[in-house]
C-alpha cells in the first residue's frame, strides 16, 4: 500500500527520479496505475524538461544536465507503461478508437523528452559559448538555487514566504534527493537542501540566492 501512494503521480507531489545511468539499459517493468496518473506526469515532465535542458545549455552546467536524462528516461518508461495498459485495455475496434488518441498524446509528449536530451547534446558542442549569449538575452530565465539550511525558507511554505510578490521568481520545481515535486504550489513546504528550480530575473534570483542561503532574514 505505501509503495502505491510513493508512486501516484499527482501535481505537486513528490515523485522519484530514476537513477538513469543505471536503469538506462534495465529491464523495464510494468507497474499497475490510472491513466490520468500516467497522462499527468508526462505533461509535468513535458513542460520542465525543456526549461531544464535551455537552462543547462545556458549556464554550461552538466548538473542540470543530469536532471534532463533523469526525466528522459523517466518519460520512456511512462510511454511504455501506457502502451502496455492500452493493450491490455482495448476488447474492441470501438476501445482501440479511443485509445489510439492517448496513444498520439503519449507519443508527443516522449518527442518533446526526447529533444530536450538532444538539447544538452550541445554542451558538447564548440559552439555552445555563442548560443550561451543569445539565450542570456532573455528577460526570463531559468536558475537552479539550494536552500541553505540556515535559511529563513526551511521548513516554512512557498506561499507564506510570498516569493513570487517579494522576487518575481516561480518556483517551477523542487530536487529533494531523488525526488522531484512539479510545479510546487503555495502550501509545498521547503526543506533544507532543497534545490529549486525556479524562473524569473536576474534581480529577482540575486534577492532569492540571499534569502535561501541565509544572508537575508526576510525578502522585501
Excluded: H
Excluded at 50 to 61: E, K, M, P, Q, S
Excluded at 148 to 164: P, T, Y
Amino acid at each position: 500500500m505505501k509503495r502505491k501512494k510513493e508512486k501516484k503521480n499527482i501535481l505537486g507531489r513528490l515523485q522519484r527520479t530514476p537513477l538513469w545511468k543505471k536503469e538506462e539499459f534495465s529491464e523495464i517493468e510494468y507497474e499497475p496505475t490510472t491513466v490520468k496518473d500516467l497522462m499527468t506526469e508526462m505533461k509535468n515532465i513535458s513542460e520542465l524538461i525543456i526549461d531544464l535542458a535551455y537552462c543547462a545549455v545556458l549556464f554550461d552546467n552538466n548538473e542540470i544536465a543530469e536532471e534532463v536524462k533523469y526525466l528522459e528516461v523517466r518519460m520512456d518508461k511512462l510511454n511504455y507503461d501506457i502502451r502496455i495498459m492500452a493493450m491490455m485495455a482495448a476488447r474492441t475496434k470501438e476501445d482501440a478508437e479511443q485509445l489510439a488518441g492517448i496513444l498520439q498524446v503519449a507519443q508527443a509528449a516522449e518527442k518533446i523528452s526526447n529533444t530536450a536530451g538532444d538539447i544538452v547534446l550541445l554542451l558538447k558542442d564548440k559552439n555552445r559559448p555563442i548560443l550561451s549569449r543569445i539565450l542570456n538575452k532573455a528577460d526570463e530565465k531559468i536558475f537552479r538555487i539550494k536552500i541553505s539550511s540556515n535559511s529563513e525558507a526551511c521548513k516554512r511554505k512557498i506561499g507564506e514566504l510570498k516569493i513570487e510578490s517579494e522576487t518575481g521568481m516561480r518556483i517551477i520545481a523542487i530536487r529533494r534527493n531523488d525526488f522531484w515535486i512539479y510545479n510546487p504550489q503555495s502550501n509545498a513546504i521547503l526543506k533544507a537542501n532543497d534545490w529549486l528550480i525556479a524562473r524569473g530575473s536576474d534581480e529577482g534570483y540575486t534577492d532569492l540566492d540571499k534569502f535561501l542561503k541565509g544572508k537575508l532574514k526576510v525578502l522585501e
